[in-house]
């Protein structure tokens, strides 16, 4: 048997770029230095460029003969490498395939070890993975669903579902929440949990982001042209679209277009969102509210703020997350939690709107304890904007 390693040191691109290219390129010879004292007179390490090396293992019996190799490879770096004052740990994510098993040709080989290789830096930076099938499907799925999002937004293959918000104790819609739909056109409606997180990953998610943003306001100003001028619309605000520098631009633009008033649209973030970089989201949020649009708090209770943390912040409304009202009717915590939620931001001045209310109950609850906005399949799930109008908006 044979075996193909590939290797990649963690962080390298950024001690490069932080402490420079000559540092960097010592930094390589060490590594090049430990890794050849490392590993077994059967083998051959080559530089692939970059911070990547291959090692090449003839001969070998088994893989427990290749699990050593590793061991012996990682303890080399388990002393930290000393560059002029720096002490730097080096972490190591290795791909491995197997000749002849994964692979014929050198070729089908080094591919299936970088495949292994990424696995591995995606799990945990520092980890080691042969290759198998599974890992080889995975990134392959990941590969196509990643062209496939390119090609969405040109071909018009994104949808907007609208959701109601309702006032229970009037029976009366005033919202509604933007939420996005994928027609894959092989795989159908593919819902965003999906596709979300891999247009983060790959930036995509600031165009697709902007497209809901002018979908959202231009449907509402069809909505408010019907005779519905009260309504409003909720738009959720992805990570990487709130800290990129131009959204209240987008946002200003869109309304310009529109000329919906800007209380009438609402831009949904998480906690998490606010947390990552307080300044920058309170700037981001200070330009947002100085154009007079509405900031909600999505999912509230299931991130790291308080509720008088948040005080600091521009927002006009918490929604409470789907995962208290699932419980709370049985369970103790959920219910007194929900409560202190709701009287807190009421004493704040907030308005509290649930998420997730499923039944009658749940909703009857949550009008004893002074919330009367609420959002849930009880009322209805996400639907097309022709549903929303001939079930709401008669
Ligand atoms: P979210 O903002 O918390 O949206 C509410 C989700 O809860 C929706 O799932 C909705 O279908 C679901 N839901 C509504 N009522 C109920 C209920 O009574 N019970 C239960 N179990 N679930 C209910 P959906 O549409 O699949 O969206 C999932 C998440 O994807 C959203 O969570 C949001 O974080 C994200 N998302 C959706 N559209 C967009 C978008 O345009 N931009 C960004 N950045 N994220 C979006
Ligand atoms: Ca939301
Ligand atoms: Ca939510």
Redesign the pocket.
Known sequence: KVAVLFLDLDRFKLVNDTLGHSFGDLLLKEVAHRLSGAIPVNGIVSRQGGDEFMIILLDVKNRNEVIRAVAKINKAFAKPILIEDHELFIKNSIGISMFPEDGDTAEQLIKNADTAMYHSKEVAGGSYHFYDEKIGKRTIQNVKYENALYRALERDEFT??Y?PQIDYCNNRLFGV?????WNHPEEGLV???IF?PLAEQTGL?VP??EW?LREAVFQLEKWHDLGFTDLIMA????AA?FEQGNLHRSVKQVLAETGIRPDHLHL?L?ENQIMRNTDLAISTMNKLKELGVQLDI??FGTGYSSLSYLQRFPISTL?I??TFI?DILHDEDDRALTDTIITMAKNMGLEVIA????TVEQADHLVSRNCTLM????FS??IPARKLESDFLT
């Open positions: 907007l579902y959701q929440e933007a939420l996005i739909r819902p965003p949990d979300i998610i697709i982001g809901v738009v959720n605000l992805s679209q949904e998480t999505d999912d929604k997350d789907r699932r998420e997730g209310v499923e959002q849930g399949y009880y799930p996400p």
